[in-house]
């Protein structure tokens, strides 16, 4: 009996994967910006002073769009590596980096708290470190496609950082973001 698989059913293992991976992590990834309104729409967010090399608001939905689309294939190639030493691992270690970025758009956008957005996104890129290596120990593809995402936490850190530098009486301020109205 051959306990091999043959290209074909590699390809195979690969291709479903990717067909849940990708729209999944795509997916958590929107509605955890969209719930907590992430974005130059949300009044608070308006009201901050945007510190330098703050790119055009689209910048935004454009890369971690692709980011997303990367992480899930570099998931795939992963979760299809059966029986890949390390695989375990690398798989456990991605969910805790993923589960921290789906909790910091709600942190900073939806809680105003930019001090505990910046231990997240820190922790994450710690965490996001170490699944790129563990994923280019299973597949080095895998490993090299979190690349982007690395250098985009550590741009996104910056922004958090010099965005609670440039307003720091604006974490944790909630903004209802209704209209007052006074009559006279």
Partial sequence: MNLLASSGQLRASFMRWLLVCVPVIVLLGFLSGTLSQSGPDNPWFAELVKPAGYPPPITFAVVWTLL?????????????????????AAGAAFAVQFALN?????????AHRMTAALVVILLMLGAAAVTTVLFARVRPLAGALLVPYLLWLVFA???NFAFLQENPGLDGVQRSGAAARFDI
């Fill in 68 to 88: 997303y689309l990367m992480m899930g294939t570099a998931l795939a190639l992963v979760l299809a590596a059966r029986g890949a030493r390390g695989r375990a």
């Fill in 157 to 159: 850190t910056y922004l």
């Fill in 102 to 110: 789906l909790a910091w758009s709600p942190i900073f956008f939806g």
